[in-house]
């Protein structure tokens, strides 16, 4: 059973910082794309972020400049690094990954059960 599991969240004034990580544990066979999305109330989730296995990175322009994406691959785990915070960016912010179970099965998404980030004014 694959899960990941986010943490880092919390509440921070504008201007201060916080990162999160997500760690896949579980059985798989292997990890390809791994991401970050964030929701808040009456709006749809909205990527923030994803990098790919070998490190590219792509980012939201809302973010970019303020938040960096990283990976560990050894940790099956990924970062978010969040610099310059706006009350704006307040949300759930959650982990998706593009996981292969087994060789010969098919890729499929998993996501985090999502971690809470409040940016004060």
């Known amino acids: 059973q694959v899960q990941l599991v986010e943490s880092g969240g919390g509440l921070v004034q504008a201007g201060g910082s916080l990162r999160l990580s997500c760690a896949a544990s579980?059985?798989?066979?292997?990890?390809?794309?791994m991401g970050w999305y964030r929701q808040t109330p009456g709006k749809e989730r909205e990527l923030v972020a994803t990098?790919?296995?070998?490190?590219?990175?792509n980012y939201a322009d809302s973010v970019k400049g303020r938040f960096t994406i990283s990976r560990d691959n050894t940790k099956n785990t990924v970062y978010l690094q969040m610099d310059n915070l706006k009350p704006e960016d307040t949300s759930v912010y959650y982990c998706?990954?593009?996981?292969?179970?087994?060789?010969?099965?098919?890729?499929?998404?998993?996501w985090g059960q999502g971690t809470q980030v409040t940016i004060s004014s």
């Open positions: 998706k990954a593009a996981i292969q179970i087994q060789y010969f099965r098919p890729w499929g998404d998993y």
């Open positions: 579980g059985s798989m066979f292997r990890i390809n794309a």
């Open positions: 990098i790919t296995s070998d490190g590219s990175a």
